[in-house]
Each structure stands twice: as structure tokens, then as C-alpha cells.
């Protein structure tokens, strides 16, 4: 152990530790910009400089290791005021937005200027001028509210190895930008949104839809349908200052109800659906001799990266479209059927902790019920402005039941939200299905949990049924990787996008880190044991569905509206 001493204070850590690391041993909170544990650690920003004893600088805390009888100061005259300096000069070229800015109050450069009492800015300076990049359906970049922190730079490359970003130029014009600033939408971007969760300002945010769903609420001709991710209920909370692991399911439905929607659907209903039509499609595959690994095909960004860096494994993907594309087919077909209602006055609103989901729904793919299956998207993000908006506090609300029949769900659609729900979901149906026996324990823990890459072996049947769950596209790589060289022997393998699963999409709450995530995961799981049904396919609503409508799994009719193909 190295032994060191913090603001007269002896700590003892690790060889190898930060300065930072050892501070937070001490609870002494060195402030940061650009640090991002485990994911962005380059010294960038210069906020966490420090005083050490004989050196001739000040030093960055988070970059610094610590040294055998090292002396550190972290909050000397000195050093705050070399901190405040620095920030005079980022503010110097940020533009002044922040009461019109969509991070108001949820800013961390903001934070810093207050922590710091910046009351005024000395340096009156040229200010970058470069456009904001609105080309995409799903991320806005505004490189005028860029602090050159590099997060984005560093969660796109190294977590999803996807590298739609980078810096160029140098010096004052330094951009952060896709290579040769070309635009985001004609670039590998997935639409992941994992930039704008760790962005610390407004330079990378979802796109803004929040007033076309406010237009057609006050539409009179149009019948305005919800349908709420199993994400969005374990984080939504958190935007009205509840704490991470919050679920605020019956809350939020009657908030929804309040800001006028005719109905209130859940995507768990079409969650349920999908492991009918996947978990046959997988038997059917397993049984014809079909293409092995089947790959989930709910995550929309993890559509794209295969698009763009995987095609050849295209026909891996089932044909399912994704839960709330699904949602959209049935809501302007069998809905409006039972409802009497002109599909054409339909208008479906999905809130969904993701961006990628707003390109989703506008891919031509996706219009199988004769319109657009999903009107609008809205991130986690913007529902929680949305409800600011009209000044509702959810906090305040009675708890209410989601509208039947497409609001019924059961606990196995709930998991979805979490990395390896999907596959605990399927595994629970699939093997009553084929073993016609009652499992005795539901509870797939070898599905659950953090890891990057889970594998395991669960005997169904006769048939022992490899699985593989990744979340996080760089940790998918290495499991496609394997399958791209005939090395991996998995029946059915879950990818999801985003680290954690949609738990931690690119459209949820801000902050969202492990601890935070952990706790999205673990109030997931609550709310799968608080349900009454567990399994998919016990959901009384998906079974009159397939008597009333669909006929049976992978039918005529759900071909039609259900499944799709995607071509390289
Ligand atoms: Fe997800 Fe989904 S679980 S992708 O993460 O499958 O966004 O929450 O809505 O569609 O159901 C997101 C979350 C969904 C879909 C579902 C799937």
C-alpha cells in the first residue's frame, strides 16, 4: 500500500491509485469536467488540479498517481483560484444559454460556476462558431456548448467501439465531431445516445419532439395513444428528484392520463408478444436446421452497428420486430379494429429511455399497418420535461392501472429493461412450452447482472440451450467476433445496446452510471416479483390477441405486421 496525506489527513491506497481515487478514500471530493471513472481518465479539463507538496505545477488529480509520503493540498487560495480561472475560460466560449438550455439546473459546467461563484467573466474573447448538427432523427450536436471534456469521444470508441466521434483541428478550434465534421446521420452513428448521457452540457442532446406530441393531444380529430418502455418506469423518478431505483409505474400512467392521452398502453404487453413469436421462431430454427445463433432484434441500436459493422450476420437476427414497433402495428390494426376507430386519426407516442428508438420508428421498415406504426418518440429525458411542463408532479399522484388490452402485461415483459430480461423472459416460456412441465424456479440469476459478457447452459428438455447475453456494443464484438468465426456454438444469444440494457439507454435520466444503473436493475426485478403473472405466455391479454386477431405465433398475420427483415 502506498501511504499518502490529503489536506492533514494520512490515507493509505493501492499502488497504482489517483490522487482522486485516494481523495475520495478521505470522502474529499475533488471537483471534475471531464473525468469519467473507468471511461474518460485524460486530465483534459484541468479542474481537478491540486497543490503537491514540491512539485512545480499544480497537478490533475484524477490523472496523477499517488507516491509513497506524497503531501497534497486539494483546496488551497491557490488552487481555487486556479480552478476558477479555468472556467472563466471555457465560459469565455460557451454561449450564455442556460435559462433557455435543455440542461437548466442539470448542467455540470453550470454547477461548477456556482460551486465556484463565478459571477462574471473576465476574457471577452472570439467564441467558436460552428453549426449545430440536427441531421439526425435521434442526436442534436451543438459544438457551441462543447467543453472539449472528450466523454463523448471516449463512451463511443471504447464502450461502443462504434468511433462516430472524434476530435479534429486543433488549438482554439478544436471540434468534436464525426471524422471531417460530416453529419452525424450519414455517419456509423447507432443513435445510441450514450454521448449525450455523459455529456456534462447541452452539447449532445436527443432531439426535442416533445411539441408534436403536445400538437396532436390538442388535436381533436386525432385518438392519442402512450406506450411506456419497462425502462422508463424504474427511472423516470429520477428526473423529478426521487431517488435512482425509484418506480413510479402506476404514478406515472395516471400522469400520463393528465396531460390528455385517450389511452395509456404499456410495451410490456408487446414485450410479451415477442417472446411467443421469438421463442417459436428459436424452436422453429432449432428444429428446421435454420441459421444458429438467433440473435434478439429489439435493440435498435444494436440493428444499426449490426447494419453497418456485421452484415453478413444479418440472417442471425430474428425477424421480431422490436417491442415497441409491434406496439405500433397492432395499435393502427387490431386496436383500431376493436375500438372502431380510423387508423389514420390513431397517433402513437412511445416513451422509451433510448434515442435510437426515434430512428427506429421512422424506418421504412416499420409501416406495416398501412402508416407509420409509431408516430413519436420520446426519451425517458422528455417525458419528465414534458410533465414539468404541465406542471405535474408525479410524486403527488394516485397510482393507476394501465388501459386494457394493450396495457396488460406480466413480469417477464417488465425485465426486458434490464440486460439479460430478455432472455430470462424467453427461457421462462420456452421451456414450458417445450417441456409441457411448470418450472419450478423462474428465477434465471445466471441471465442477471452487470457482466459484460454471460454465458451459460440450461438444460430444456432434452436439449441443452446455450445462451449468450451481452450489453454494450463492444462487448457484443467480442461475442460476434466469435460468431463470425464459426467459433460460437450459442442456441440464442441477447444483445442490447446501451451498457445495462435500457436500464441505462442514451435517453434516460442524467447521471447515469453503475451505481445508478444497479439500482434501475434491482427495481426491475422488484417489479417483476410484485406482478401477478410472470411468464409471457400466461398474459390473458396476448392470448386473446392471437384467439381475436393474430391466430397463432409466426401466423400469417404476424408475419404481416410483426416481423421484418433487415438487409445489409
Ligand atoms: Fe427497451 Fe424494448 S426493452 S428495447 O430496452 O425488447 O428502449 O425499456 O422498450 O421495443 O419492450 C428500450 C426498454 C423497450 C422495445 C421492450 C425490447
Known sequence: MITLTIDNQKVAVEPGSTILEAAKKLGINIPTLCYLKDINVIGACRICMVEVQGARTFVPACVAPVAEGMVVRTNTPAVIKARKLVL???????????????????????????????KEVRFDGAKTEYPIDDSSPAIIRDPRKCVLCRRCVAVCSNIQTVNALTAQERGFDTLIAPAFNEKLANMECVQCGQC????????????????????????PKKHVVVQTAPATRVQLGETMGMEPGSIVTGKMVAGLRRLGFNKVFDTDFTADLTILEEGNELLQRIKTGGVLPMITSC?????????????????????????????????????AQKEGIDPADIFVVSIMPCTAKKFECQRPEMKDSGYQDVDVVLTSRELGRMFKQANINIAELPEEEYDAPLGISTGAGEIFGATGGV????????????????????????????????????????????????????????????????????????????????????????????EIRLKRIDATYTEDERMVLRKSHENPAVKALYEEFLEKPLGHKSHELLHTHYTP
Request: negative net charge; charged residues 20%; aromatic residues 8%.
Open 88 to 118: 472563466e475560460l471555457i465560459l469565455s466560449d460557451h454561449p450564455m444559454e442556460c435559462l433557455t438550455c435543455v440542461r437548466n439546473q442539470n448542467c455540470e459546467l453550470q454547477k461548477l460556476a456556482e460551486q465556484f461563484g463565478i
Open 196 to 219: 449525450s448521457l455523459v455529456c456534462p452540457t447541452a452539447a449532445i442532446q436527443e432531439k426535442d419532439d416533445i411539441d408534436k406530441v403536445w400538437a396532436a393531444l390538442a388535436d
Open 299 to 335: 435493440s435498435p441500436g444494436w440493428i444499426k452497428f449490426a447494419e453497418h459493422f456485421y452484415p453478413d450476420l444479418l440472417p442471425h437476427l430474428s425477424t421480431c420486430k422490436s417491442p415497441q414497433q409491434m406496439f405500433g402495428a397492432l395499435a393502427k390494426t387490431y386496436y
Open 423 to 514: 432472455m430470462e423472459a424467453a427461457l421462462r416460456t420456452v421451456y414450458e412450452v417445450v417441456t409441457g412441465k411448470e418450472l419450478d424456479n423462474i428465477n434465471f440469476v445466471e441471465c442477471r447482472g452487470l457482466t459484460g459478457v454471460k454465458e451459460a447452459t440450461i438444460q430444456v428438455g432434452d436439449l441443452p440451450v446455450k445462451i449468450a447475453i451481452t450489453n454494450g456494443l463492444g462487448n457484443a464484438r467480442k461475442v460476434l467476433d466469435k460468431v463470425r468465426a464459426g467459433e460460437a456454438d450459442y442456441h440464442f444469444i441477447e444483445i442490447m445496446c446501451c451498457p445495462g440494457g435500457c436500464i441505462g439507454g442514451g435517453g434516460s435520466p442524467i447521471p447515469t452510471n453503475t
